[in-house]
């Protein structure tokens, strides 16, 4: 089984992170209503889901649907990607990239 991802094949990207308890609730708006919108106007970037963790880990995942390695060189995405306001706040900064195995059920 390859573990490289061709140029042009769509894979999950996943985003861990921990933040501050008294940083949650204005990392989590912002999250919500700034950098999901950007991520998703930017080409290539096709879902995004936020998830909050019920075992070991940090605490924030997001999931993103992305089209190809080549969403991360658009000049929207080197404008969006990043935690903003947040950068030097989050912590146990966690990146996990899955390619499909199979198809649709």
């Known amino acids: 089984m390859r573990n490289e991802l061709m140029p042009d094949e769509a894979f999950i990207h996943i985003v861990r992170v921990d933040i501050d308890p008294e940083h949650e609730a204005a990392f989590n708006a912002w999250y ?4 999901f919108p950007d991520l998703l106007a930017c080409p290539g970037w096709i879902s995004a ?4 963790s019920i075992g070991d880990g940090p605490k924030y995942a997001a999931m993103y649907e992305v089209a190809g390695r080549w969403a991360f060189e658009t000049p ?5 990607k990043g ?23």
């Open 83 to 105: 935690f903003g306001p947040f950068e030097s706040l989050v912590k146990n900064f966690m990146r996990i990239q899955l390619r499909p195995m199979s198809g649709p059920a």
């Open 49 to 52: 889901k936020r998830f909050v």
């Open 32 to 35: 919500e209503q700034k950098h």
């Open 76 to 80: 929207e995405f080197l404008k969006a």
